[in-house]
Structure formats: structure tokens, C-alpha cells
């Protein structure tokens, strides 16, 4: 399967038949011969026909025009049942979830409803009625849950993306065991209305493609606040570019590492943060303590009342439908009453506090998307203990209001995949995204299953993207600085590192901590000075001009290329008693001076 991206430009150039595009879809799924892929498929005919419509109607500006997609069995498709893995509770939905109605009025085509664990209550794969997807890597290990379907259907090939839903990592699990990746968005930035609840206040509709470019185009199209949804939130999407030339990963020290003790998924680990230096990333070792306590939480505290919620009809109505694992999980020990609920809650807020000042350190998190890959024969003698090592690294997330992105890290000979995820503050998804993205590039991996290599990748946005605003930061607010997730925070992404022109000086400002840098246009000959240029759209743009303290404000800068853009200047009263550090050609380059000036002392 070419990916959503090719597809799209075959269709618009006319370079493919929709309809062509379908029926290749179908071939692939009869030749990889796993009928535990999907729950229902839609007659092949029949999506032909919507095929040769879509066709006959012409783009007309649609995103997704004629891209074929899947949609995990807990998500409404109009027209296909939803049976969230179990027949007894099979329901026939009257209109489509809001993002899959999102997708296909972008043109998207969805063939089927993937399979899952049941009640999208594991991070395995094998809990279904429905039988277990073939993990399209290596058919002896689990394929990964609770998104098991979906994972597949994009790992083999079948179809270029695919819809999962990730509560405590089922978006990211299945893609870090088949080679793909999983995009986890930031907690109601895509509505939820028309999916299943596991958690109603923890879900996530999540994305599976062969590179983080199309699962992008996915999120892209269905993120939005949807008014009809109490649990949406307006959250700044933001637009990905450039990945910039410095950012910091906070990694476990090495004491938190957990591998399950595997050393090649160690290997793995540490290759993947040796790539992850090369392309510009500090990285920092810190103390996991408060994310492992607050991953503990999920099912041994409250929330595990959420997912009986889901189920509590039914359980009461017929609880042999539902798979005797799931029962033990969900409903074999009594539920917390109020006052344990209130508790939970009260030491959630203070790891979320702790885990907040640990994030304040970082761009990012990178941990091992899973601790190691697990057999089916492992799965199936110890069938809690196996899923809950999957788990390690992803159950905190959403409980601390998180968005992640999980990526191909390592594909061993024997077919072993090994994946990585990044993850950050929610709103930051588009930073991750422009990082995740020159990550998969230098990997070198093939997509998922498929002998397909990752295309060239384009300037991804081009400079000017329509709709933002650019400026030039200089000092702390650079990438890899400790203010930039004042910027990635509202939305922002970087374009370009640059300079100023010549007639510039940089000072730095007295007072602090921290130190501040004041950048001042004079007559007289000053010097180039490094800046980097970030767009912003126009509301986040709003925001942190708002914030910005005496002397410092926006002004115009002239740039070495000849272009203008807003960016910081200082008032020329802030410079008394100053420092001229213009002879540094920039803030980076003064501040680790300074710091290799005191390590020597």
C-alpha cells in the first residue's frame, strides 16, 4: 500500500482511479489471509460504487479525496454495527462519530470496523471473540491492543491509515510492535462523541499510519472543539514544520528503565536516543517516579469505575458475553466508593504537579513505547501480568494530560519491531510531530510490514504557511531553551534558523535570574545575530505578545535574506549597564560560553 500522501497525489494528478485505489486494497487484504483483521468489512462492490462517485464528483478541495482508511469496531460508522468486540452488545449507530463524519466529508473511504480487545480493555491484541490479528512483523508475537485491527490492516499494507483509540496506550502499543506509528492526541482535541467509552475522561481517537506525515493528515482534518461534545476542548492544533535544530528529551535514568529483561529492547532504547542525539536533542535523565505511580492509578484506582460504566448494563443483563479476562479486570473486586474516588483524585493532582516541574525541564519525554515485544504463549499463560508490562510506559499519559507520538525505532532480522514515543504537554502535538518526523526519516526503516521505503520528505509546512503569523525569537524562547514551550504551547512550530542583518547588537540585560537578552538596531556596525523564526497562528500569536515584559516587545526585524518579520527588540533604555555580547553572534553561543566558563572555574 503507497501511503495516504502518494495515494492523494496519484488521485489529484490522475495518475490512479479511485476506485483502482479500493479494489487494491481488497487484493491485499485476500492475500495477507487474516480474517481477524476486521469485525465487518463493507462489500467490496459497494465501496467500488462510492469509489466511482467520489470519482465522478472531482476533489473539490477535499483533503483526503479517495483515501481508504479503517476504523477500529468501538467507533460509529454509519451503516456497519459496532460491537466494541462483543456480539451481545452489537448496536446499529444511525450517524457516523464526529470524526469519522470529519474524515469523510474530506473524502476519506472507510472499507471496515477493526478488530479489538474487548471493550478496548488491553494492550495486547488477543482478547476478542473475533479471534487474534496476525501481528503482520512476527506472527508469534501479540500484534499489541487494544487498537489490534487497525494496527494490522496499516502494518500490512492494507490500508495506508486507520483509526485506533488509545486510553491507556492502545494507540501506541500495537504501532510500537508492528513498525508504525501511533499518533495520540492531546485529551479532546479530537471529539470523542460516537466512540465507546472505556474512560469517558480519559479517551482518545487516535491515528495508525505508515509514517507521521499521514497519520497527521488524519488529525488535521479531525480535530476541533465539536460544541454537541462536553468532553472537547478547543486546544490549539498548530501546524508542524521544520524539526528545530535543538530540543531537549527527558529520558528515564537509567534506574527506571524497565526492559523486562530483554537486552536486545535495551539495545533498541539506547540506539534510538543515540539517533535522537545526533539530530540535535539533549538528552536529559530524570526521575520517573511520579509517571509510575501516576500509571498505577489507572487500574488500581477510580478510573477503573469508568470502564464499568461501559459495561454495567450489559453485565448485569448477561455477563457471560463478556470475555471472563475483561470481567476480572473491570468488575472482579469491588469499586472504589466516593471517598476513595476523591482520594485518587487528590494524589493524582499532586503527581500531576510534580510531573508538571519535571516537564518544565524538556521539550519532550522519549521513553520505549513497550518495555519489550510478547509472545502469544506468554500472552496466554499469564494473560494480566504480560498485558500490564505492556503498559509500563503508556498508562500515565493521559491521567496527566499528555499528548505522545509513537515511532519505529529499531526492526531486528528476525521481523522484531521496536518503537520509541515521545510526549509532551497537551497542545504540543504538532511540536512533536515536526521532531517525530526527521526521527522516522533518519531511522532508515522500511513502513510497517512492507518492503516500502519512506518517501523524500517535502518542506513540511513551507515558510508563510497561510493563516500565521512568523517571528523571530533570540534568546530563551530558541529551541532547546527553557521558554520554548511558551511558544509550542500556543500552537507554534519552527521555520528556519536564520540571522539578523549587520547593524544589530545583542546585549545581555541586567537583573535576573535568568539572564535576558536585549537586541537593539543601531546606526553603527554591529553584527549578525542568530535567530529562529516560528509561526504562530494568530490567537497564540496574541497571547504571547501579551505576555511579554518591559524593555523587551515586537518590533520588525530586518533579516540577512532581505526579508522582514516581527520579532523581539529591546527599548534602548533597558541596555544601561548592559553587557554588549554581540562578538557571540547570538544567545546559544553566550549562554554555553558562560556555562563552560563556570564548569572550568
Not at 201 to 208: P, Y
Not at 368 to 392: H, Q, Y
Not at 498 to 512: E, F, I, M, Q
Request: with cysteine; hydrophobic share 45%; proline share 8%.
Amino acid at each position: 500500500m503507497p501511503t495516504l500522501a502518494s495515494i492523494l497525489a496519484d488521485h489529484l494528478t490522475g495518475g490512479a482511479q479511485i476506485a483502482d485505489t479500493v479494489s487494491a486494497c481488497y487484493a491485499r487484504l485476500r492475500a495477507h489471509g487474516d480474517e481477524a483483521i476486521f469485525i465487518a468489512l463493507r462489500p467490496e462492490a459497494e465501496v467500488v460504487a462510492e469509489a466511482e462517485r467520489l470519482q465522478a464528483e472531482g476533489p473539490r478541495g477535499r483533503r483526503l479525496w479517495g483515501v481508504p482508511i479503517a476504523v477500529k469496531d468501538n467507533i460509529d460508522v454509519a451503516g456497519l454495527p459496532t460491537t466494541a468486540a462483543c456480539p451481545a452488545f452489537a448496536y446499529s449507530p444511525e450517524q457516523d462519530a464526529s470524526a469519522v463524519a470529519r474524515l469523510r466529508a474530506q473524502g476519506a473511504i472507510v472499507i471496515g470496523k477493526t478488530n479489538l480487545d474487548q471493550f478496548a480493555t488491553g494492550l495486547n491484541g488477543t482478547r476478542s471473540p473475533y479471534g487474534t490479528p496476525r501481528n503482520a512483523m512476527r506472527g508469534d508475537l501479540v500484534p499489541g491492543g487494544s487498537s489490534s485491527g487497525s494496527a494490522s490492516a496499516v502494518a500490512a499494507g492494507i490500508v495506508p491509515v486507520a483509526l485506533g483509540t488509545d486510553t491507556a496506550g492502545s494507540g501506541r502499543v500495537p504501532a510500537g510492535l508492528q513498525n508504525i506509528v501511533g499518533l495520540k492526541p492531546s485529551v479532546g482535541l479530537v471529539p470523542s462523541a460516537g466512540l465507546v467509552p472505556a474512560c469517558r475522561t480519559l479517551d482518545c481517537i487516535s491515528v495508525f499510519g505508515l509514517t507521521v506525515e499521514d497519520a497527521w493528515a488524519v488529525l488535521d482534518v479531525m480535530s476541533g472543539l465539536d460544541p454537541a461534545d462536553p468532553f472537547s476542548r478547543g486546544l490549539p492544533l498548530g501546524r508542524p514544520g521544520a524539526a528545530p535544530p535543538a530540543i531537549r528529551l527527558g529520558a528515564p535514568r537509567p534506574a527506571d528503565r524497565d526492559f523486562a529483561g530483554d537486552p536486545a529492547a535495551k539495545a533498541s532504547f539506547e540506539a534510538a536516543l543515540e539517533r535522537a542525539q545526533r539530530l540535535g536533542a539533549e538528552i536529559v535523565t530524570l526521575d520517573f517516579t511520579p509517571f509510575y505511580e501516576t500509571a498505577r492509578l489507572l487500574y488500581d484506582g477510580p478510573w477503573v469505575a469508568e470502564r464499568w460504566l461501559a459495561i454495567r448494563d450489559l453485565y448485569e443483563r448477561e455477563p457471560d458475553a463478556i470475555l471472563p479476562v475483561i470481567r476480572q479486570v473491570i468488575a472482579g473486586r469491588p469499586l472504589p466508593d466516593a471517598a476513595a474516588a476523591f482520594a485518587a483524585r487528590y494524589r493524582l493532582a499532586e503527581l500531576a504537579l510534580a510531573a508538571k516541574a519535571t516537564l518544565k525541564s524538556v521539550d519532550a519525554l522519549m521513553v520505549p513505547t513497550a518495555p519489550r515485544p510478547v509472545t502469544l504463549a506468554e500472552m496466554a499463560a499469564d494473560p494480566v501480568g504480560a498485558n500490564s508490562m505492556l503498559g509500563r510506559y503508556t498508562n500515565f499519559v493521559n491521567l496527566l494530560d499528555l499528548c505522545a507520538l509513537a515511532l519505529p525505532a529499531t526492526l531486528a532480522h528476525d521481523g522484531t519491531a521496536a518503537g520509541v514515543t515521545l510526549i509532551a504537554p497537551a497542545g504540543h502535538d504538532a511540536a512533536l510531530a515536526a521532531f517525530g518526523r526527521a526521527f522516522q526519516a533518519a531511522s532508515g526503516l522500511p513502513l510497517g510490514a512492507t518492503e516500502l521505503s519512506l518517501p523524500p520528505q517535502a518542506d513540511w509546512p513551507p515558510s508563510g504557511t497561510p493563516g500565521t503569523i512568523e517571528i523571530a525569537v533570540v534568546g530563551a524562547h530558541l529551541s532547546g531553551m527553557p521558554l520554548n514551550g511558551e511558544l509550542t504551547s500556543l500552537g507554534g512550530c519552527f521555520v528556519r534558523a536564520t540571522t539578523t542583518t549587520a547593524d544589530y547588537h545583542l546585549y545581555a540585560l541586567p537583573g535576573g535570574p535568568p539572564m535576558r537578552p536585549g537586541l537593539v538596531r543601531t546606526a553603527e556596525r554591529g553584527g549578525e545575530i542568530a535567530v529562529e523564526i516560528w509561526s504562530l497562528p494568530p490567537e497564540g500569536f496574541g497571547r504571547f505578545v501579551a505576555g511579554i515584559p518591559a524593555p523587551l516587545g515586537i518590533g520588525t526585524l530586518a533579516l540577512a535574506d532581505g526579508t522582514r518579520v516581527k520579532g523581539f527588540l529591546c527599548e534602548q533604555i533597558g541596555t544601561q549597564d548592559a553587557r554588549d555580547i554581540t562578538g557571540f553572534g547570538g544567545w546559544r553561543a553566550f549562554v554555553a560560553a558562560q556555562s563552560a566558563a563556570r564548569a572550568s572555574a
